[in-house]
């Protein structure tokens, strides 16, 4: 009787283990892939938009900081009521630039919708 509920209690911690495992694999398989889209190159124009609340301060400093990445031109800065502030820049070879914009002091989040990319600037 006991050494048939000590089976019954193995197979149970198993099967949890079992469980355990392909959760953790598609966990990692998900982050991969995030990552993956994250490491993207991106080449030629690219819209950044600031999504609200936009600190002025914060959007000069993103600016400066913009200036700095060789092989990236800003082409236009502006905004509108309605869509927010937006930076058009140019990248003249591929490169990671959801990486890099992520590393950017004033940046707090970046998010890729679609064609464009989302950018949330830390509050100074």
Known sequence: MREAEEAKKAKEAEAKAKKKAEQTAKET???GAKEAVNAEPHRGIVKLTIVSP????QV??????????????LVLIGGSVAEGSE????????IPLIDILREMPPVEQVVKKGKKIQI???PE
């Not at 000069?60 to 031109?73: A, G, N, P, S």
């Not at 930076?87 to 591929?94: H, L, N, Q, T, V």
């Open 87 to 94: 930076i058009i820049i140019s990248a003249e070879k591929s």
């Open 29 to 31: 398989a998900k982050r």
């Open 60 to 73: 000069r400093k993103l600016e400066e900081c913009l200036h700095q990445v060789q092989d990236l031109r």
């Open 54 to 57: 936009i600190d002025l301060g």
């Open 120 to 122: 949330r600037l830390k």
